[in-house]
Structure formats: C-alpha cells, structure tokens
RNA sequence: CGGGGUGUAGCGUAGUCCGGUUAUCGCGCCUGCUUUGGGAGCAGGAGGUCGGGAGUUCGAAUCUCUCCACCCCGACCA
C-alpha cells in the first residue's frame, strides 16, 4: 500500500478512486463497469439502509420484492419510458450454453422467443402486478418498497457514483387520488432530505427537475440535489409523481367510493450506492474518508501501544475494561491488535475515515487516562478513563454535527446569485452552484448545456423568481433555478 | 462508437528508440530477531506465459503484423 494519496485539490477524481480502493470500500469486477462492495463498505451501506428502512416503515410502508426479469415488451408500454431506458438495457436473449472445439459459446437452439431484459429500474414489472392487484378504492394506497439491483449499461463507470449494476430501494406506491400521491412524493423526498442532512450530513437543496431532466415516465421529479469537493452537484435521490402514466400504459383502474372507474395514481422513488459516493466526496480530505459517526462502520477504534509483554498484558486489561464500557454505550468499536506500528495504525484508520481514535498505551494505563483522537479536525485531547461514558457519545455527535456545518459553509460559499450571463460562466467554470433566473424555455436550457456543461440541477421550492431576468435570453424569469456542472 | 494513451510479480515501475549474460527497483507478501506514543530496522526467502497469437532473426520485453484488455477525453446517465 503506497503512503500517499494523490492531491485532493489538483487530481480529485484519481484521489476519489484511490480512496475507495485503499480504504477497502471497493475493488473492480471483472466485468466493465462493475463492482465489488468489500466488506467496510457494505457495512457503509447497511447503515444507510437501515436508516431509511426504518424511516419507511415508519411511514407505513413495507418491503416486498419483484423479479430481475422483465418482458422486453413490458418496457415498450409507456412511450417516454422506453425512450428514456432503451439505450441501456442488458438484454437475455439465449438460455443455454454449450461446449464447441472447446470453447464455451451460446446455444442458438436456445433463443427465446420473447427476449427479455434485466431490469433498469421495476415500474413496468410492478404495475403490470398491480393491475392484478386493484380493483377497488378499498385496496388502495399499496405502499411498497423494494431493496434491489438493477442494471443500466452506462457508457462511463465509476466506482459508486455511477456503476454497471447498482443497488438501491425504489419504493413504487399506488393511489386513489392525485393529491394523495403527490402528498407521498413530497413526503418522500423529506426523508430523503433528512437521510442526507441528518445522518450522512450531506446538506441538500431540494426542488423539481425541469422537464429535460426528470425521469422518464413521470409528471413530476423532485430532488435532493448535494455539492461535492469541487463544487460539482450530484444528485442524491429522486421522488417521482408518476400521474396515471403507469396506470394508462398497464390499465390500472379501480372502482372509486361512488362506483365509478379510474386510473391509479402513482409514485416512484429510489437512492442507491451512489450516496456512498456522495459522503466520500462530501467529506473526504487529504488524509482519506471522514465518515459521518451516525452511519460509520467504525466509530471508534482503538489502538494499543506497548513496548514488552508485560505492558501488552498491562494494556489488553485496561483495554478490555473499556470496551466493556463501549459495548454497554452501544458503541461500534474495533481494536486493532495487529502486528503493524502504531504510526501506521494511525494513518490506516484515517483513510478508513473513523470519527474516533483511541490511543491506549502504558502511560494511560499509569495514569488511568487515554488519548482521543478526532478525524473532524484532527484534535487530539487525553481524557480520563471515566469520562469515556460521558463524552464518547458528546463528541461523536459533535463530528458529526461538524461535518454537517463544515460541507453547508462551503456549500453556501461556493453558490452564488448571478444576474448576466458572463458571470454565469465565469462561476460556472470555477465551479459552484449559480442561482439564476431561467425564462422557462427548454431552448435556452439546452443552449446553456452546451455552451458551458451546466445542467439546472433545480427548481428550488423556496425559489423567488419575482423580478428576475432570464440570465441566457434576459426576458422575464419564469423560475429561478439552481445551475451547475453534475456528475 | 470517434480521438489519445498504456499493457513487464499482488500493486507501482526501469529496460523498448538502437535486439545480445541469470529482466530492474520500490511497496506489499513469507520466516526469524530486534522494535512499537504519527507510515520501524536488519537478515534471509517466495513470487514472472514481459497482455495473447503469428512473423523476422543464430537470438525478441525490445523489430513487424494481428487480436485482446484497460485507462483518459467526447456523445448517454441515479
């Protein structure tokens, strides 16, 4: 393992890659564009799914689970859909191998009839079920959620962010009326609001896409939308009002409370492994990961420092009364015993991003002390031995709270009100975020794509177009909106 | 799919232009001893179809042809 990272500020994408691989939260498949999630990262993600699991459930929604299979024709019944999804479909067309001249290759006796796809995203599988599910206004909502892969052949990979197959929940709900399905939508996106702020401390601006950028088959798309360490914006989730369309392509309709007959009214929603992604490039720095104490894998970790047996026997004693003590505050802890020094320990686990580390040798255990270490501003502080109860949980919550005002003070720098066109560019090509006013035309939003790369990553909620002038056409604002170059 | 680049041990590399002993070095790995409060030291050791194939040659990591893989830039995207 070499000692140094690359620069975080010159070369963040070959820093990204290398964090991720050192850190042991991936490695590459042997397919393009795939993944292998090791261990430390899954464990990553388990903690961020488990938060939103139970933040669902809560809600009243339950977890069910739908084939990775679909009918290639299923994908074709909703016209923007196809359009959206078609270019990268994996697609089975044979079920059989065979052995030729010693080679392995596909069995043309065994083309199917009708090929099949390996689900991008599972609108098409689930409603083609609902139908067979609703009938009246008294099966409705149907609130499920599904944790899943899917498979969208990207022509560009990168670990996490954007990947060949990638795991995700996408909660697909169902009802009697359009009010109450954008009230889920909304509701969602809360949640999702409150996964990146409070647990990832990601802070996020929520809003709608325009209609260029939302998800095909929608009516609607909303966002959580975050910006990482070069001020470029990633998309962290997104909750979609999906109307009828659904309903209309799979004939979904129920018989409402006066017997009359009518289309459901559905929502999608999904985020997935990208959001490991997103807390790497929110919080990392020159040393490696900072992860976030509500969702590390390791809060704290602890490493002995000894210099004979008789002070290892000294130091394990000690150490093993404290951990009785981590384990009764509910604290994810690990000791590293192994052979290296503790200097590298002490790097290794910085990479590795855990919040807290605890130096425990001899002179700790003389005077009934040890060192606590903070990966948030590299702090070190000796504490006594009896003050573990109290401020280990006090000084996780104050990373954790930390991370969240470090990344919303350099969010809040680097976006910027912008009123001509010049200026638009000019942020745009240092990076950050530019809020703007947008005449409403998809003209001039593609103009701008193409001219400077920048995507509108928003329309904000809290968006006060009042007085604004389009920055591109200079007529009357119709939106003000959130530009920025995206991953 | 277009433009550019790279393939030598698990990782990173020298050697390739100008063919010639046993293919270089670092990290990592194994064994032993000494070490351990910010990436330990010494000694010994294991590990190679030089991306694959074909050709030129007395002789190819090196020259020629061909295939393959991967990376970067562009078009697509959570």
Redesign the pocket.
Known sequence: ????LPNIDSEI?NWYTDVVTKAGLAD?GPV?GTMVIKPYGFQLWENVKDVFDGMIKKTGHVNAYFPLLIPKSFLAKEAEHVD?FA??CAVVTHTRLKSENDEIVVDPDSRLEEEVIIRPTSETVIWSMYKKWIQSYRDLPILINQWANVV?W???TRLF????E?LWQEGHTAHKTKEEAQKETLDILDLYKRLAEEYLAIPVYTGLKTDAEK?AGADKTYCIEAMMLDKRAL?AG?SHNLGQNFAKAFDVKFQTEDNNEEYVWATSW?I???LIGAVILAHGDK?GLRIPPKIAPIQTVLIP????TEQRELVEKYITSIEIELKQLGIRYFIDWS??????K???W??KGVPVRM??????VESNK??I?RRDN?E?LSISRDEIRDSLKTILDEIQNNLFNQAKVFRNENTHNVENYNDFKEIIKQGGFVKCGWDGSQKTELKIKEET?ATIRCIPFDEKPEGLTCVYSGELAKHEVIYAKAY
């Open positions: 393992m070499s000692k140094k994408s590459y393009k959206g270019k990268e969208r990207e022509m560009r962010l954007r990947t060949t990638f998800f998309q997104t999904g997935s492994t990208r040393n420092i000894f210099r004979n052979d290296s020094s503790p200097g590298f002490f790097n290794e910085e990479l130096e425990i040798g001899p002179r700790d040890l060192v270490a590299s070190k790369k």
